[in-house]
């Protein structure tokens, strides 16, 4: 049986040697208000030329030509009626099962940006890694769903209001690798925008923010909507670039579980350990790539209190008294209790040099 475990192995280090070619390729869904053709439920497109104008509004096209301005691997176009009552609704049921990693809507109402935060957070508490950009929505709170709040940007193309930009930004967030934050990232097109009043107190509320700065406009930091915090969520998670991370980290370990390893190999600690060593090799490369740091000890190991605790949790009253390497020999049922300890590298977005005349 543990002649199958190698591949895994093999997996996880294709796996690292691409994740940050796979993070600068994200994929995006769309949400459109159009009624132009009604004949399908999604259109996917890998590339503007793609586009099929005569299916949508020119406003629509352009809204998904924006998306791809960023670098976005594919677009996931969802036409919801402009009669629609619920917008939101209708394109999630639309959408299915298919994968993505950004959502937005292209002209969303202030209720609609509300429904589609809601979804996000919903899909958040199920363990989803699916991240939305919203339009000045109050106090989302979610490590998931950024926020962004300019009331209107000046291209070189004419002056719009915020909601109207969010597809440009879905295409610039999506498109990003994880070598570098979004943070100060500037648009060689946008020519202005309206800034809040105070920059500075926006970004700490969890806003997503361009402001001015002379002759370019720049991502003021690459935060999410976050705000709360607490014990096991810390500062780091307000940044959407170690969000990012760790969701495409979480869906190669849980991906690979499923697809190699779920349901093969017997309950095993000896199987157990071959897994761990897996992620591990597969934490080491990550390391190498400066997606995380190299300076630290990442690694995964088997939660040895969890599996403690599930013992316990049926009468077996003894195992309280096991020493780890007794806990960790009784797998329990076909339960895989694991952790794992990992620190993500961030950008350098934060800069202080003093400098003392003698």
Same mark, same amino acid.
């Not at 005569?54 to 629509?60: C, I, V």
């Not at 924006?66 to 917008?87: M, Y």
């Given at each position: 049986?543990?002649?199958?475990?190698?591949?895994?192995?093999? /997996?996880?280090?294709?796996?690292?040697?691409?994740?940050?070619?796979?993070?600068?390729?994200?994929?995006?869904?769309?949400?459109?208000?159009?009624?132009?053709?009604?004949?399908?439920?999604?259109?996917?497109?890998?590339?503007?030329?793609?586009?099929?104008?005569?299916?949508?509004?020119?406003?629509?096209?352009?809204?998904?030509?924006?998306?791809?301005?960023?670098?976005?691997?594919?677009?996931?176009?969802?036409?919801?009626?402009?009669?629609? /009552?619920?917008?939101?609704?209708?394109?999630?049921?639309?959408?299915?099962?298919?994968?993505?990693?950004?959502?937005?809507?292209?002209?969303?109402?202030?209720?609609?940006?509300?429904?589609?935060?809601?979804? /996000?957070?919903?899909?958040?508490?199920?363990?989803?890694?699916?991240?939305?950009?919203?339009?000045?929505?109050?106090?989302?709170?979610?490590?998931?769903?950024?926020?962004?709040?300019?009331?209107?940007?000046?291209?070189?193309?004419?002056?719009?209001?915020?909601?109207?930009?969010?597809?440009?930004?879905?295409?610039?967030?999506?498109?990003?690798?994880?070598?570098?934050?979004?943070?100060?990232?500037?648009?060689?097109?946008?020519?202005?925008?309206?800034?809040?009043?105070?920059?500075?107190?926006?970004?700490?509320?969890?806003?997503?923010?361009?402001?001015?700065?002379?002759?370019?406009?720049?991502?003021?930091?690459?935060?999410?909507?976050?705000?709360?915090?607490?014990?096991?969520?810390?500062?780091?998670?307000?940044?959407?670039?170690?969000?990012?991370?760790?969701?495409?980290?979480?869906?190669?370990?849980?991906?690979?579980?499923?697809?190699?390893?779920?349901?093969?190999?017997?309950?095993?600690?000896?199987?157990?350990?071959?897994?761990?060593?897996?992620?591990?090799?597969?934490?080491?490369?990550?390391?190498?790539?400066?997606?995380?740091?190299?300076?630290?000890?990442?690694?995964?190991?088997?939660?040895?209190?969890?599996?403690?605790?599930?013992? /316990?949790?049926?009468?077996?009253?003894?195992?309280?008294?096991?020493?780890?390497?007794?806990?960790?020999?009784?797998?329990?049922?076909?339960?895989?209790?694991?952790?794992?300890?990992?620190?993500?590298?961030?950008?350098?977005?934060?800069?202080?040099?003093?400098?003392?005349?003698?």
């Amino acid at each position: 049986m543990a002649i199958g475990l190698p591949s895994i192995d093999i /997996v996880f280090k294709k796996l690292a040697a691409t994740l940050v070619q796979r993070s600068a390729r994200g994929i995006v869904t769309l949400i459109v208000k159009d009624d132009t053709d009604t004949t399908y439920a999604v259109k996917e497109y890998k590339s503007q030329l793609q586009i099929e104008a005569t299916k949508f509004t020119a406003t629509s096209v352009l809204y998904i030509k924006d998306v791809f301005q960023g670098g976005a691997a594919k677009v996931i176009v969802v036409p919801v009626a402009t009669s629609s /009552v619920a917008v939101v609704g209708d394109a999630i049921e639309r959408i299915g099962s298919r994968k993505y990693n950004w959502i937005g809507l292209a002209d969303g109402a202030n209720d609609e940006q509300l429904d589609l935060t809601a979804y /996000v957070k919903e899909q958040e508490g199920a363990g989803k890694s699916i991240k939305a950009i919203v339009f000045n929505v109050t106090d989302p709170d979610c490590q998931h769903v950024v926020n962004f709040v300019n009331p209107s940007v000046t291209t070189t193309s004419g002056k719009v209001t915020g909601e109207k930009f969010v597809s440009r930004l879905l295409g610039l967030l999506a498109g990003l690798p994880l070598t570098r934050s979004s943070t100060y990232y500037s648009f060689a097109d946008v020519i202005s925008v309206e800034e809040p009043a105070d920059v500075e107190a926006a970004v700490n509320a969890g806003k997503f923010v361009l402001f001015n700065d002379e002759e370019i406009v720049r991502v003021a930091r690459g935060v999410n909507s976050l705000t709360t915090l607490s014990a096991t969520v810390s500062e780091d998670f307000k940044k959407i670039l170690i969000v990012e991370t760790m969701d495409l980290i979480r869906e190669d370990i849980s991906g690979t579980f499923k697809t190699d390893y779920l349901g093969k190999f017997k309950n095993k600690y000896d199987y157990q350990v071959l897994l761990i060593t897996a992620i591990n090799s597969y934490f080491s490369a990550l390391a190498g790539e400066d997606i995380l740091d190299n300076t630290f000890e990442n690694k995964a190991f088997v939660d040895v209190e969890a599996q403690r605790a599930a013992w /316990v949790a049926i009468g077996k009253t003894e195992a309280e008294d096991w020493d780890e390497q007794t806990v960790k020999n009784n797998t329990f049922r076909s339960n895989v209790y694991l952790s794992g300890n990992i620190k993500i590298t961030d950008a350098m977005e934060d800069f202080k040099f003093n400098v003392e005349l003698q």
